[in-house]
């Protein structure tokens, strides 16, 4: 394979093997901005706690979250919570609506936040770092229940909020969109003036990355063999 036919929005394992062995630069010189996922990008994350968690509280049988996930799809309770459309309340009840015996408010939110493994202080550090190179912005997926507990996790490393990250943060269920739907990456380029060919997104979901392709965003998908800390190495 020549290094021209390795296409510029598509980080291969073939360009991934040589970073890491030979410091090739992931992040082209005309960056100016990046704009970070959260969950698997910046906090690690482990879903099937979350399954084994409630599946502890009575809460069907599954396999997988993704299991977890479409076995109530038709309610799309979950993407109504992430684009804050409904309250916590009301996800709570819908929970409860599945359950074997009745849950208390804490035994839910527990199962939910369950995911949530924890933040890496070589990760916060980087991001520390990459504020005085670029324009840096999150854009998350998430819920006013994970924020809520994800937040609290920030404390014992000496930081009230992820706001002291970035020039913004900004959250699915504040902003009542989702990724990857074009109208969130448009409304944060909008809000923040960004050239969405000088703008780098990170995310471990590829329905991500493509939807911010689409946009002209320069875009690189977070995986297990390729994290934050590996695209940065060497700026």
Known sequence: M?????????????????QKKLKIMLVPQHIKNVIFDFGAVILDID????????????????????????????????????????????????????????????????????????????????????????RTFLLSNTNII??????????????????????KDYYSHTLHMRKPDSEIYQFVLDDSRLVPSETLFLDDNEMNIEGARKMGIYSIQIKPELSINDVFRGI
Not at 49 to 61: I, M, N, Q, S, Y
Not at 146 to 167: A, D, I, N, S, V
């Open 146 to 167: 994970h924020w809520e507990f994800f937040t609290k996790m920030l404390h014992p490393f000496g930081y009230e909020g992820l706001h002291q990250f970035f020039e």
């Open 2 to 18: 020549k290094f021209s036919q390795i296409s510029e929005c598509n980080i291969t394992e073939f360009t991934i093997l040589f």
């Open 47 to 134: 879903a099937s706690r979350t399954v084994d968690a409630f599946k502890a509280l009575g809460v069907g049988e599954f396999d997988s979250f993704q299991q977890f996930l479409t076995a109530h799809y038709k309610q799309e309770l979950f993407h109504e919570i992430e684009k804050g459309t409904i309250s916590p309340a009301e996800f709570r009840d819908a929970i409860r609506s599945w359950a074997v015996r009745p849950l208390a408010d804490e035994e839910i939110d527990a199962a939910w936040n369950a995911m949530l493994v924890g933040y890496r202080k070589e990760r916060l550090d980087l991001l520390v770092s990459l504020k005085g190179r670029y």
